[in-house]
């Protein structure tokens, strides 16, 4: 899982409620994405940002919002709005240059209760 | 717009067979490709990519794969398959003509490869 820390490992939350999901990474990368992981449908794009400031909408940004106040982190927050929250959430981060991979971190259960 | 797709939702191979897991991918231009392994409450690691120049592409634990233009495919292959090889297999895809601002992976829905002892 690289230089990429993902907290915490398992997330329960009461309907209703909003929580942050926290990334962090030391590998000097300048984007980092969100990825949200369901049984049998892959990974699905929420947000990224290739710089800090700067985020742009994924596939299925409704009910989720960021932040990229510093190059190291990029919190995601599901919002009471998101109406399916329960999922695996991943984080990457990738190096300038459009062939460079993408390094994951180890995920975040969510799970509302 | 680019997409990929892995027609298989699970492949089965007896230990010490050769392993294949297929992927194809359509793209308006040129693409990069890759493939990643996830193992179980894991992220997601690395094992090839392709982006220019040789067909045959090598990667981690002695996998590799073949990109055919024709065929729009990238399969991912391993002439010996390990139980520890076990997992949930994701191909990527990237169009190379897609703009500067957009570093976004498109990800089939996985391919679930079980090596029975």
């Given at each position: 899982d690289g230089g990429i820390t993902q907290s915490p490992k398992y997330l329960f939350r009461?309907?209703?409620?909003?929580?942050?999901?926290?990334?962090?990474?030391?590998?000097?990368?300048?984007?980092?994405?969100?990825?949200?992981?369901?049984?049998?449908?892959g990974l699905r794009l929420i947000y990224y940002s290739q710089i800090v400031n700067d985020f742009q909408k994924g596939d299925i940004a409704e009910g989720y919002s960021v932040s990229r106040e510093k190059k190291e982190s990029f919190p995601l927050t599901v919002t009471s709005a998101q109406k399916n929250p329960t999922a695996f959430y991943l984080c990457a981060s990738k190096n300038s240059g459009g062939n460079n991979e993408q390094f994951f971190g180890p995920g975040t259960r969510l799970t509302v209760l | 717009a680019q997409s990929v797709a892995q027609p298989e939702d699970q492949v089965n191979?007896?230990?010490?067979?050769?392993?294949?897991?297929?992927?194809?991918?359509?793209?308006?231009?040129?693409p990069y490709l890759f493939w990643y392994v996830q193992y179980p409450?894991?992220?997601?690691?690395?094992?090839?990519?392709?982006?220019?120049?040789?067909?045959?592409?090598?990667?981690?634990?002695?996998?590799?794969?073949?990109?055919?233009?024709?065929?729009?495919?990238?399969?991912?292959?391993?002439?010996?398959?390990?139980?520890?090889?076990?997992?949930?297999?994701?191909?990527?895809?990237?169009?190379?003509?897609?703009?500067?601002?957009?570093?976004?992976?498109?990800?089939?829905?996985?391919?679930?490869?079980?090596v029975i002892p």
């Open positions: 009461k309907e209703g409620q909003n929580v942050t999901l926290s990334c962090e990474q030391n590998l000097n990368h300048d984007a980092m994405y969100w990825y949200r992981q369901d049984p049998g449908q | 191979v007896a230990e010490g067979n050769p392993l294949t897991v297929k992927c194809t991918y359509s793209v308006s231009g040129n409450n894991r992220g997601l690691q690395f094992l090839l990519k392709y982006i220019t120049g040789d067909n045959l592409v090598k990667g981690s634990y002695g996998f590799e794969a073949e990109f055919n233009k024709s065929q729009t495919s990238f399969h991912l292959k391993k002439p010996s398959a390990l139980v520890s090889d076990s997992a949930l297999y994701f191909c990527a895809v990237r169009d190379v003509s897609s703009g500067a601002g957009s570093y976004q992976l498109t990800f089939g829905k996985g391919t679930k490869l079980s």
